[in-house]
């Protein structure tokens, strides 16, 4: 079956240090993988995708890299700002029955808190 | 600025109420999802709706009743909840058709329901 598997929180770290927030996968077939941010008392915004295997996804600063050969998908950062301190999920996405829409498949979520 | 609208915001409501949740979204997408998430717990499928189409409902309890009346808006009517029920519901959207496994959903803020 499909699955996700992401590191727990919180995540406490100082400005400017570097993130790593692991997540790995299983699936059947060629899932995309994405990262998702939830800022408190809002939806989730998309933060990056790849969709096959070796594509780096990048946005805002954070990096992720779909490798295949270990099944996993780890967000990276190299310096943290105090505004990045969100709730953050990885995502797995796969066809749904039919084809014509998809599912996402989520991780637990890890809260990241970064303190000035 | 999110791209996928949701109102109200905030929604209270008694156990005898009936009320209804909108959704809308104008970047084209044919694939439009419901969630529902709990606190500090990644998002729950609840429907699916592909070209205007009720596709999946993940067993929702019959007190939910969604709606697509076009393939800008998505609705959902609420009608005798439960205490247990109070949660951020959030609607998605997403291009549908054969790329729809690779492609990201879009999330709107969430309605924040309580039921008394």
């Known amino acids: 079956g499909n699955s996700v598997t992401q590191m727990e929180g919180p995540v406490t770290l100082s400005e400017e240090a570097f993130l790593t927030i692991n997540c790995t996968y299983t699936?059947?077939?060629?899932?995309?993988l994405f990262w998702y941010v939830q800022y408190p008392g809002e939806g989730l915004q998309l933060l990056l995708k790849a969709t096959k295997a070796d594509d780096k996804g990048s946005n805002k600063g954070f990096e992720a890299t779909y490798r295949k050969e270990t099944t996993s998908f780890h967000l990276e950062k190299g310096s943290v700002q105090v505004s990045d301190s969100a709730v953050y999920f990885c995502?797995?996405?796969?066809?749904?029955?039919?084809?014509?829409?998809?599912?996402?498949?989520f991780g637990t979520g890890t809260l990241l808190a970064v303190q000035p | 600025d999110t791209e996928v609208t949701q109102t109200p915001k905030h929604l209270v409501m008694g156990m005898t109420n009936k009320k209804s949740l909108k959704c809308e979204q104008h970047m084209g997408h044919r694939a439009m999802y419901w969630y529902k998430q709990k606190a500090k717990k990644p998002p729950e499928l609840m429907f699916v709706?592909?070209?205007?189409?009720?596709?999946i409902n993940e067993s929702v309890p019959s007190r939910f009743s969604p709606e697509c009346p076009n393939s800008s808006l998505l609705n959902l009517h609420l009608h005798a909840l439960q205490p247990e029920d109070s949660a951020l519901y959030l609607c998605?959207?997403?291009?549908?058709?054969?790329?729809?496994?690779?492609?990201?959903?879009?999330f709107g803020d969430g309605t924040r329901l309580s039921i008394l």
């Open positions: 998605a959207s997403s291009p549908a058709g054969v790329t729809a496994g690779n492609q990201p959903q879009h």
């Open positions: 995502a797995l996405g796969v066809k749904n029955y039919g084809g014509a829409t998809n599912k996402l498949i």
């Open positions: 709706y592909s070209y205007e189409k009720l596709s």
């Open positions: 699936a059947t077939g060629y899932p995309s």
